[in-house]
Antibody, heavy 120, light 107 residues
Framework: QLQLQESGPGLVKPSETLSLTCTVSGGSMGSSDYYWGWIRQPPGKGLEWIGIMHYTGDSYYNPSLRSRVTISVDTTKKHFSLELSSVTATDTAVYYC????????????WGQGTLVSVSS | DIQMTQSPSSVSASVGDRVTITCRASQTISSFLAWYQQKPGEAPKLLIYSASNLQSGVPSRFSGSGSGTDFTLTINSLQPEDFAIYYCQQAKSFPLAFGQGTKVEIK
């Protein structure tokens, strides 16, 4: 079955760029039916959608983060990535990667999540 | 942008109870609604998609209903493993949006 796993630094300095990778195993990333996405959750708070990307390059981003976010997909390496620039303490959160079904409109499965703290 | 509002924010219930959680969209989303369950320290898990379709492997005591702007997640005969936070998510249009969550607590 499809599994996703996030990886990347757990600590990022203010004003720097947060970079995470999600490795996909147990399935293909090249299906037309799915996008690959990121969601985050500040400690003790709710879920915030960041963005999704199709392997063809089609993408959608949360307007509140659009100017600072880049998502990329590499089907040959079976991973996709998130870059969030100019981070501040408000970007401290657990970051989840997940597969998004274009017909179902929902995220499944999810990675386990990785906590990224922004602090000097 | 479509806003999602869940009620209540929290509910206390006992094992065996029926629990109902409501999610309201700020504009019509047809049936483009999903429900997730999140336990402490875990990633959210998909329960229901397209408002009323039970995800494979999810117990049948979970059910979803509604269309347009008003949706309901019902848990029949609450089990100990059901104490968690539940989120709705609209998929009618971008930006995607989640509700603020409903915590189901032990009475």
């Amino acid at each position: 079955q499809l599994q996703l796993q996030e990886s990347g630094p757990g600590l990022v300095k203010p004003s720097e760029t947060l970079s995470l990778t999600c490795t996909v195993s147990g399935g293909s990333m090249g299906s037309s039916d799915y996008y690959w996405g990121w969601i985050r959750q500040p400690p003790g708070k709710g879920l915030e959608w960041i963005g999704i990307m199709h392997y063809t390059g089609d993408s959608y981003y949360n307007p509140s983060l659009r100017s600072r976010v880049t998502i990329s997909v590499d089907t040959t390496k079976k991973h996709f990535s998130l870059e969030l620039s100019s981070v501040t303490a408000t970007d401290t959160a657990v970051y989840y990667c997940a597969r998004f079904g274009s017909s179902s409109g929902c995220f499944d499965p999810w990675g386990q999540g990785t906590l990224v703290s922004v602090s000097s | 942008d479509i806003q999602m509002t869940q009620s209540p924010s929290s509910v206390s219930a006992s094992v065996g109870d029926r629990v109902t959680i409501t999610c309201r969209a700020s504009q019509t989303i047809s049936s483009f609604l999903a429900w997730y369950q999140q336990k402490p320290g875990e990633a959210p898990k998909l329960l229901i998609y397209s408002a009323s379709n039970l995800q494979s492997g999810v117990p049948s005591r979970f059910s979803g209903s509604g269309s347009g702007t008003d949706f309901t997640l019902t848990i029949n005969s609450l089990q100990p493993e059901d104490f968690a936070i539940y989120y709705c998510q609209q998929a009618k249009s971008f930006p995607l949006a989640f509700g603020q969550g409903t915590k189901v607590e032990i009475k």
